[in-house]
């Protein structure tokens, strides 16, 4: 009797806490939709420049409370599952049709198109058969552009080893083609370098920013001291603070102009609308990016709602054969390919508690990783050259 009473005990306080996270997310949508509902879309160029006027402070004065809005609501949910809190899967796929919305800027679109029907024989084999036909309206042809040496961007005043040069070109060419990748280097090759130096060499052949760097606190510092080092004629801000803080970067952002914008997971999340609804993010990089291999997760879903052309995660973390993990890291490379849907292949495919592990999907995935990711380690590089700064009379 006693065990019945816990087990009905443990079942009562999972559907209690489902209920919750239910009322959660329908409060928050309706906070959403209260607040478009209150006031056209601004353009891009609107949005860039100060507001002004009566209008401007009950604009401002909407998108705050709106912000405060959601902060009320995530608290509510600080006792979920991880830091950021848990989201139920409706309120993922109706952000996943946000986001598989067009979004402006994009002549990638095209080539990326080019680039997915090319390599199609790839990604097909880890789609399940009903859903291949998102490749029907793909045109395969001369569009595929090769790989190529490249020289070191002029903003980089630095000697990049030969391995990084060859990242960096590995980076240049998924830019290319509109293609999205990860950078997967052992901890210690230069992964921050490299990455810099691929935004360098995008500013300077048409891709211009604004470019979103998201990282943990703890190398934020390191960051901002590499793009000084490093790119000395970037201008970057730190969006990082407490709340009162951020209010004064929002209105500096109005003010100015910047190349890259640097800020942490939390802050993201915290400033979830701010991100989202700035409009024209060229590029959106995201440092120790396994940190959304939980697709359920608060920071995901923030995560995967920011419009960007490109988008790279960068990880010195193998990816283990865990194919839940990998389809979260998929799924916000490629969502219009690797969609809601696609996840449960992979979740069928690797599943511990079941007892399944699918060699066939297994190799597929790392036939993909092996297009779309680059990963050396330290044991296969030569170190031996240190990254020196130029001097430029």
């Known amino acids: 009797m006693r065990n019945l009473t816990q087990a009905v005990g443990h079942t009562f306080r999972k559907l209690k806490k489902q209920g919750k996270m239910q009322q959660r997310s329908q409060r928050r949508a309706a906070v959403s939709k209260s607040y478009a509902e209150s006031e056209p879309e601004m353009s891009e160029s609107e949005e860039e420049e100060p507001v002004k006027g009566r209008s401007g402070k009950r604009a401002k004065t909407r998108a705050m409370s709106e912000e405060e809005d959601f902060e009320m609501l995530d608290r509510e949910g600080e006792d979920e599952e991880d830091d950021f809190g848990v989201i139920d899967k409706e309120a ?67 000697t990049l080893k030969d391995y990084q040069l060859k990242g960096l070109e590995f980076l240049a060419w998924l830019v290319h083609n509109g293609a999205n990748g990860i950078l997967g280097d052992e901890m210690g090759l230069g992964k921050t370098l490299q990455t810099i130096s691929m935004l360098a060499y995008m500013k300077e ?52 102009k910047f190349d890259i914008y640097l800020t942490t997971y939390e802050q993201l999340v915290a400033e979830s609308g701010w991100f989202s609804q700035k409009r024209g993010w060229r590029c959106v990089v995201l440092d120790e990016g396994h940190k959304i291999k939980n697709e359920k997760s608060n920071v995901s879903n923030v995560v995967y709602g920011i419009p960007s052309t490109y988008r790279f995660i960068l990880t010195g973390t193998p990816l283990q054969n865990n194919m839940q993990e990998l389809w979260a890291l998929l799924h916000y490379l490629y969502p219009t390919v690797f969609t809601p849907p696609t996840a449960k292949y992979f979740f069928d495919s690797f599943n511990l508690a079941k007892g399944t592990y699918n060699t066939s999907a297994i190799e597929h995935a790392r036939k ?3 297009l779309i990711m680059l990963r050396r380690l330290k044991s296969h590089v030569d170190l031996s050259i240190p990254p020196k700064e130029e001097h430029i009379s």
Request: charged share 25%; aromatic share 8%; proline share 11%.
């Open 92 to 158: 993922i796929q109706q952000s996943t049709r946000s986001r598989e919305k067009p979004i402006k800027h994009t002549p990638a679109v095209s080539t990326r198109s080019a680039f997915l029907a090319h390599h199609r024989a790839l990604f097909e084999p880890l789609l399940p058969p009903n859903l291949t036909n998102v490749f029907t309206h793909m045109k395969d042809g001369d569009a595929v552009i090769p790989k190529k040496p490249i020289d070191t961007p002029k903003a980089i005043v630095a």
């Open 205 to 256: 052949n048409g891709y211009a920013p604004p470019y979103l760097v998201v990282c943990p606190l703890s190398v934020l510092s390191s960051w901002e001291a590499e793009i000084k080092r490093w790119a000395p004629s970037f201008k970057f801000i730190r969006f990082h603070g407490p709340t009162n803080e951020r209010a004064n970067i929002k209105k500096r952002c109005l003010r100015e």
């Open 368 to 370: 993909l990783l092996d």
